[in-house]
Structures are given as C-alpha cells and as structure tokens.
C-alpha cells in the first residue's frame, strides 16, 4: 500500500525485497557489507569478495555483458542484458526468494523479478559509510568503530540531513569595490576590446562532453545556453536554484520526488558563463531530463527536435506546478520562461469551397516543423500546382532524386502557409452547409514569439513502403529573415484584400506588439545516417561564428556555416539581437 509523506504520495515498495527482509532479521544485508570495495579514484563503490576477483557470469561465464548481479541469497552471480537474454532473471524466477540481487559494479540493489532497482536504507547507509572512510583515509581501527556505529543504529556523518545556508545576493564591501576598480575593466570597453576578442573566446562558450551518444543534448543545450532572453533570465537570478530547492524542500527532500529541470538549467548557466574553459559535464540535467522522459532515458542516440521539446515541457510542468497557474489560456505563453521565450500561436483557416464558410482555430506552438521543398528546382511557389492537390507529401520526400535539388527556408514559409486542397478523405463538415464538403486549408502565424525555431523534418517514414530514410537535401536558411510575409495578417489581406478589415477583432496585433525582423543565432545540424548520425551546433557571437562539437568549440567561417546541412534553425526578434561586434569594430 502506498504511503503519504509531507502531501506526497511515495509507491508501493518492492513486495520480494520486503519478503527478504522479513525472512532475514533485522540486518539481511551484513555479510554483503563486509564485500564493499571502494576504488580509490572517485570512491566508486563495487562488490567484491576480493579486491582482485574478476565476476563471470555462473551460465555463460561472461564477464563483460552490460550488468552483473549476485544474488544476496546464494552469492551467485549472474548476467543481466535487458535487450538480451537475462540469466539473473531466470535465476530469480527458478529458485523462490532468489529475487534480489547487488549489482558488483555500482552496489546497487536489483530486483531481477521485476527487472528495476530497490532501494533499502541500511545497505544504501553501509556503502556511504565504506565511501566516507576511503574518502577520509581513516585507519582500519576507525573504520571498524564506524562500522560498529552504523549497527548500533547511527548514521554517517553525510546521510544526515545538513542545514541549508539561506541565500543572499552578493554585494561588494568597501575593500572589494576598490580591488574591483583597479584591477578589473568592462568587458565591451574601447580601450580594451580588440584585446578581449583576441586572447580569449565569448564569454560563455564551453564545451559539453559527451555523456555517451548525447550530442543531441550537447547540441540543444548550447542553443539554448546563448538564447538572448533565455541567457538573460537565468544570468539575472530570474530562477535561483537554491532559493527553489529551499521552498520546495518538503517535497523535494523526498526520494520519489521529480527533480526541477529549470533549476538543473541554473547550474549549468552557473557553470558555463564561471569563465572556466574546461569542458562542462551536463550529468546532473541528463538524469533530471531521464526522470522526466523515463520511456526516452537510455544511452541510445535521440532526436534532437524530440529533445528540445521534451525539454520546454519539463520546465513548463514544474513550474506549472510551482505557481498553480491554471487560469492561462492555450497559448498564452505567460506561464514559465519556457513558454515566454519560445511560444507562438499558429492560426488555421478550413474554408467550405462550396459556401464559402471558414472555420479559424488557434494552436499555441513552441517551434514550425517545416517540410523541405519538392525537387523543382529550389523554388517554392513551382511546385503549387502539385501541392493543392493534396496535403500529404509523402510521395515527394520518399522520390529517390529527393536527395539532389536545394530548398531554402522562405520557399519551405511559404509552402507551409500556402493554401492547400484537402483529400477526399478529408472533407470538412460545413457548419453552414450541414453537411461535409471539399476544403481548403491555410495555416498562418498569429502571434510571433521572441524566439523562432525552425525545424527541418530530414526523417521520413513511409507507413506504406515500411520505411525510414534521411533527407539530405541542402536548405539555404538567410542570417537575416523578414516574418511579416506569413502573418495572419498578412495572410488574410492577400487572400480578401481590404474588404474584411478590422479583421476578426485581434489579427493586426500580431506586427503591432512585436518586431518581425529575426537574426539567426545558432543553427544544429546532423550528419550521417538516419540511424548513426551526429549533431553539432554552429553558434553567432559578436558577429562570429563557432561550431560546437560537443566537448571541441572552434571558430569557423560564414561559409561553413551556410553549406551546413541545418535540421533546426533559431532566429532571435532583431531588438533583442546585440551585434557586440559592431560596437567593437568603430575605432
């Protein structure tokens, strides 16, 4: 039965672990804890009967599979291969009470029944306390009486809970503004810019190492960490981690709680823009994003547009969550920074061709997925003929000369705000005609975000000739892109001229409230197969350019950049754009 903590409901516990502990006293696991080896670089903690013993596997004698259990029963050990064969999960369904197993390599509990980790607090408190003693570099006479401690019923020093130090902003004393004055100078100073721009990289450009096949992360992370508005919210302190893990500490504080994705961004804004050069390990917003995508955390390649959604809904929920924000409406954008920086709204016209009537419906939207252009030559407007004939452009991407040809990103705006015939499969019921009818279709944009990301759908799936492939068309995107051309009201006057002026009571104010000039400032690309790819990101820093590969910043031409295979592309409202480098360049 599951239990309630402090409001939050913790699940229902491992009923074999429970069954063990039940039939093995009050201390099941203390012959295990005389097995705890600690390695001496990182203190990793391992099961070893000695230090040397190299575990194999008692069925197949491997000793290299992806896991090794020992049965906490028997001291068995057994291979576990989740995509495989599992010879510790035949092990446990053989021999009742057999169930739990330790991982030899992380000390882990292991319910091979049910194929997950268990968690018991007396043995998780042993392995803490055989990595504090290596840690410490106590003697052997110490190491034991802490061993006694820990069976008389006292915990370590490190499992207790430790009192938060409440946060304040940092403010110079009178020492410190004069050290600040005379050894420091601005940044984007005159005297000292050319100086700045040819010692060092941009403030902020780290590498990210790769954490195994994470470069989609990489690649999204670093355009997110240089977003203008994004960078601005979190350097501000506009989301103070310790301040959030201070008032949620009642939930957070619980071992089933999900952790906060806009905190984990906090740090790792912390950590790039420190000034360190030294590539940056992103585990901590990896395990955190696991928790949030559990069907997505592995250590297989994932899609990078996939990602970056996943990723805007996390800090979405949790602070959602946070605030108790349920009056906003769909597409507000008003309910996180998330939604703030990237949400746009989409409008779609369905018009009844035989009356006349149009239905409007609006649909918020963090990012434009657009279709690359048939293979006509590079012009958008060529192929309208054959796009108004239907909407769905699977035959086109699935050609075998798809490859050859080149699209460019205003040709794919304006086949995706372009009227289109619906199939007969299709028909939309008339509200006026009461009955369903041939349609026409527009999409447009409504409301502009700060934010425009475009996304390049290279990876076609063909339901009807069961496959998947890449398209590796080449798509010239422009530095700098004008989005008045595909607004609702843009749109609309093309389509009725000024007969239907006002529009609708709202639809100028999509180019009245913001600019819609864009400056592009980070573009990821994939390389390779559909199914053995990898991702780099190309970043615009006072007006350079610096590809991102991974763990490797370097600095590359305009050129490079343009004959880049781009799969997402994301432009920033041209006020909010600081060109640093043309303050630089007038001297």
């Known amino acids: 039965m599951s239990s309630k903590i402090n409001g939050h409901v913790s699940p229902q516990p491992c009923p074999h672990l429970l069954d063990f502990r039940s039939r093995n006293g009050p201390k099941p696991f203390r012959a295990l804890h005389d097995c705890i080896r600690v390695k001496p670089p990182g203190g990793c903690a391992a099961i070893r009967r000695e230090p040397s013993e190299v575990p194999r596997c008692g069925t197949c004698e491997e000793s290299s599979r992806s896991r090794l259990?020992?049965?906490?029963?028997?001291?068995?050990?057994?291979?576990?291969?989740?995509?495989?064969?599992?010879?510790?999960?035949?092990?446990?369904?053989?021999?009742?009470?057999?169930?739990?197993?330790?991982?030899?390599?992380?000390?882990?509990?292991?319910?091979?029944?049910?194929g997950d980790q268990v968690y018991?607090?007396?043995?998780?408190?042993?392995?803490?306390?055989?990595?504090?003693?290596?840690?410490?570099?106590?003697?052997?006479?110490?190491?034991?009486?802490?061993?006694?401690?820990?069976?008389?019923?006292?915990?370590?020093?490190?499992?207790?809970?430790?009192?938060?130090?409440?946060?304040?902003?940092?403010?110079?004393?009178?020492?410190?503004?004069?050290?600040?004055?005379?050894?420091?100078?601005?940044?984007?100073?005159?005297?000292?810019?050319?100086?700045?721009?040819?010692?060092?990289?941009?403030?902020?450009?780290?590498g990210l190492n790769n954490l195994g096949n994470t470069c989609f992360m990489n690649s999204i992370l670093q355009?997110?960490?240089?977003?203008?508005?994004?960078?601005?919210?979190?350097?501000?302190?506009?989301?103070?981690?310790?301040?959030?893990?201070?008032?949620?500490?009642?939930?957070?504080?619980?071992?089933?709680?999900?952790?906060?994705l806009a905190c984990d961004m906090d740090a790792i804004f912390s950590a790039v823009f420190s000034g360190d050069r030294t590539p940056y390990s992103p585990a901590k917003f990896l395990y955190s994003w696991w928790q949030h995508a559990a069907i997505l955390a592995s250590y297989e390649q994932q899609d990078a547009h996939e990602f970056f959604i996943s990723m805007l809904e996390g800090i979405h929920e949790k602070v959602e969550k946070d605030k108790r924000k349920?009056?906003?409406?769909?597409g507000g954008g008003d309910c996180c920074i998330a939604h703030r920086v990237f949400s746009g709204i989409l409008r779609?016209?369905?018009?009844?061709?035989?009356?006349?009537?149009?239905?409007?419906?609006?649909?918020?939207?963090?990012?434009?997925?657009?279709?690359?252009?048939?293979?006509?030559?590079?012009?958008?407007?060529?192929?309208?003929?054959k796009s108004l004939n239907s909407c769905n452009v699977e035959a086109d991407c699935m050609h075998p000369n798809q490859n050859g040809g080149i699209s460019t990103l205003n040709g794919c705006l304006e086949r995706f705000t372009r009227a289109e015939k619906l199939g007969s499969d299709q028909k939309f019921f008339c509200q006026k005609c009461q009955v369903r009818q041939e349609s026409l279709k527009q999409m447009s944009i409504r409301k502009l975000p700060l934010v425009?990301?475009?996304?390049?759908?290279?990876?076609?799936?063909?339901?009807?000739?069961?496959?998947?492939?890449?398209?590796?068309?080449?798509?010239?995107?422009?530095?700098?892109l004008d989005m008045a051309p595909y607004?609702?009201?843009?749109?609309?006057?093309?389509?009725?001229?000024?007969?239907?002026?006002?529009?609708?009571?709202?639809?100028?104010?999509?180019?009245?409230?913001?600019?819609?000039?864009?400056?592009?400032?980070?573009?990821?690309?994939?390389?390779?197969?559909?199914?053995?790819?990898?991702?780099?990101?190309?970043l615009r820093l006072s007006n350079q350019w610096y590809k991102c590969d991974d763990a490797w910043i370097t600095q590359v031409n305009e050129s490079i950049v343009r004959a880049a295979q781009g799969y997402m592309m994301f432009y920033v409202q041209k006020v909010l754009y600081y060109k640093e480098s043309e303050n630089q360049g007038t001297s």
């Open 120 to 206: 018991d607090r007396d043995f998780d408190a042993a392995v803490v306390l055989a990595q504090t003693v290596n840690a410490t570099a106590t003697t052997s006479t110490s190491g034991s009486t802490a061993m006694q401690c820990s069976v008389a019923g006292s915990q370590p020093e490190n499992l207790r809970k430790r009192r938060r130090v409440d946060y304040r902003p940092w403010e110079p004393d009178s020492g410190e503004h004069i050290s600040r004055g005379n050894q420091s100078i601005p940044l984007l100073d005159a005297t000292n810019a050319s100086l700045v721009s040819s010692t060092q990289q941009p403030w902020g450009l780290r």
């Open 487 to 538: 607004l609702s009201s843009s749109i609309l006057r093309s389509r009725f001229g000024n007969r239907i002026f006002p529009f609708d009571g709202d639809e100028q104010d999509a180019s009245n409230d913001l600019s819609t000039e864009f400056e592009l400032f980070a573009v990821v690309t994939h390389s390779g197969r559909l199914d053995a790819g990898h991702y780099v990101t190309y």
């Open 348 to 385: 779609s016209d369905v018009m009844c061709m035989v009356c006349g009537f149009t239905s409007t419906t609006y649909d918020p939207c963090v990012d434009i997925s657009l279709d690359l252009e048939p293979n006509q030559g590079g012009s958008g407007k060529s192929s309208s003929a």
């Open 452 to 480: 425009s990301c475009f996304h390049v759908k290279r990876f076609e799936h063909s339901s009807i000739r069961k496959m998947s492939r890449k398209v590796d068309r080449f798509l010239q995107f422009p530095f700098s």
């Open 69 to 114: 259990y020992a049965c906490v029963a028997c001291a068995a050990v057994f291979c576990h291969a989740p995509l495989l064969h599992s010879h510790a999960s035949d092990h446990a369904l053989s021999i009742p009470g057999h169930e739990i197993a330790v991982d030899v390599d992380r000390a882990e509990l292991f319910c091979c029944a049910r």
């Open 326 to 330: 349920s009056q906003s409406p769909a």
């Open 223 to 260: 355009a997110l960490l240089h977003t203008p508005p994004l960078r601005n919210y979190f350097l501000g302190d506009r989301h103070n981690r310790y301040y959030c893990q201070q008032k949620n500490g009642a939930i957070n504080g619980t071992k089933n709680s999900r952790l906060c």
